[in-house]
């Protein structure tokens, strides 16, 4: 991988993950915020590339605005599972660690084993 997942820009907007939610209020948009960039940086290891441009000539989209649709929908949906997942971290089944019914929605974006353009 030649670029830095930690420094990823966020693949969708705070509104937009919470209207995906139904949520209206704010108590927790520092929490979905989180989310949606750990999402971001998931989905940037997982296809090998930056959604949103930052230095990768490869990237998805030079902004928010032009994240492919089925690349906002995966990361909505990983929030959401995060979201209603929350409690998980005290214990018990912390699943997540196979194959989710909707990563396939990643598939044609991933570089499968390309040399990124740096």
């Given at each position: 991988?030649a670029?830095d997942?930690?420094t990823?820009?966020?693949?969708t907007?705070?509104?937009?993950?919470k209207?995906?939610?139904?949520l209206?209020y704010t108590a927790?948009?520092?929490?979905?915020e989180?989310?949606?960039?750990?999402?971001?940086?998931?989905?940037?290891?997982?296809c090998?590339?930056?959604?949103?441009k930052?230095?990768?000539?490869?990237?998805?989209?030079?902004?928010?605005s032009?994240?492919?649709?089925?690349?906002k929908?995966?990361?909505w949906?990983?929030v959401?599972?995060?979201f209603e997942?929350r409690?998980?971290?005290?214990?018990g089944?912390a699943?997540?660690?196979?194959m989710?019914?909707y990563?396939h929605l990643?598939d044609?974006?991933?570089l499968?084993?390309?040399?990124?353009?740096?």
């Open positions: 991988m670029f997942v930690t990823a820009l966020p693949a907007t705070l509104a937009e993950a209207a995906h939610l139904r209206d927790e948009d520092a929490l979905i989180a989310y949606i960039l750990a999402a971001t940086q998931r989905a940037e290891q997982i090998e590339r930056e959604i949103v930052r230095e990768d000539p490869l990237a998805l989209a030079d902004d928010v032009t994240v492919p649709s089925a690349v929908t995966w990361v949906l990983y959401t599972e995060m997942r409690s998980m971290s005290a214990g089944d699943g997540g660690y196979g989710r019914r990563d990643l044609p974006f991933m499968y084993g390309q040399e990124s353009a740096s």
